[in-house]
Antibody, heavy 115, light 109 residues
Framework: QVQLQESGPGLVKPSETLSLTCTVS????????WSWIRQPPGKGLEWIGYIYYSGSTNYNPSLKSRVTISLDTSKNQFSLKLSSVTAADTAVYYC?????????WGQGTLVTVSS | QSVLTQPPSVSGAPGQRVTISCTGSRSNIGAGYDVHWYQQLPGTAPKLLIY???NRPSGVPDRFSGSRSGTSASLAITGLQAEDEADYYC?????????FGGGTKLTVL
């Protein structure tokens, strides 16, 4: 069964770039779509963007100017970079195999934006 | 404001049946894209409850069921239990975007 695990700094300073990595185990990343999703404290889920195994990407229009998602098939990982962060970017960040006929999610990692 | 519309809250007494709706449009649910449902307990990651409109992953009780019709989908919970108190989210997509409902808080009275 495919499992996903997020990793990266839990604290990022305002105006800097948030960087997270998702490691996929139990299956190959060389198929499906792979997404980043976030959830600010006390709020709902927000899709950030996805990357297809071919390398093509699609991003939420509201974040598009600040987001880059990339893929490393040799490590079975995909990554998120979100630039120029503010306090509004404080959230639990999830990586997920979404969209998919059978979605799989990681456990999430809290990223706090604060000086 | 979410593209998929869910009621902010629903409630029911133990043993009762409740339903949560997820309303989209012809470009997403109405176009035939799958709807998935998640249950989120406080402080935990969303758990997949229903996938592909009406399928339950192994381990999910058959008290939970999903359906899709036209531009909407529904999650039904029968024999309501105290442990069902949680937030529920629907998820679908369109040709290029992944979409979530705003979430529904289920309260077991």
């Amino acid at each position: 069964q495919v499992q996903l695990q997020e990793s990266g700094p839990g604290l990022v300073k305002p105006s800097e770039t948030l960087s997270l990595t998702c490691t996929v185990s139990g299956g190959s990343i060389s198929s499906y779509y792979w997404s980043w999703i976030r959830q600010p404290p006390g709020k709902g889920l927000e899709w950030i963007g996805y990357i297809y195994y071919s390398g093509s990407t699609n991003y939420n229009p509201s974040l598009k100017s600040r987001v880059t998602i990339s893929l490393d098939t040799s490590k079975n990982q995909f990554s998120l970079k979100l630039s120029s962060v503010t306090a509004a970017d404080t959230a639990v960040y999830y990586c997920a195999r979404v969209p998919s006929p059978l979605p799989r999610w990681g456990q999430g990692t809290l990223v706090t934006v604060s000086s | 404001q979410s593209v998929l519309t869910q009621p902010p809250s629903v409630s029911g007494a133990p043993g009762q049946r409740v339903t949560i709706s997820c309303t989209g449009s012809r470009s997403n649910i109405g176009a035939g894209y799958d709807v998935h449902w998640y249950q989120q307990l406080p402080g935990t990651a969303p758990k997949l409850l229903i996938y592909g409109n009406s399928n339950r992953p192994s381990g999910v009780p058959d008290r939970f069921s999903g359906s899709r019709s036209g531009t909407s989908a529904s999650l039904a919970i029968t024999g309501l239990q105290a442990e069902d108190e949680a937030d529920y989210y629907c998820q679908s997509h369109d040709s290029s975007l992944v979409l979530f409902g705003g979430g529904t808080k289920l309260t077991v009275l």
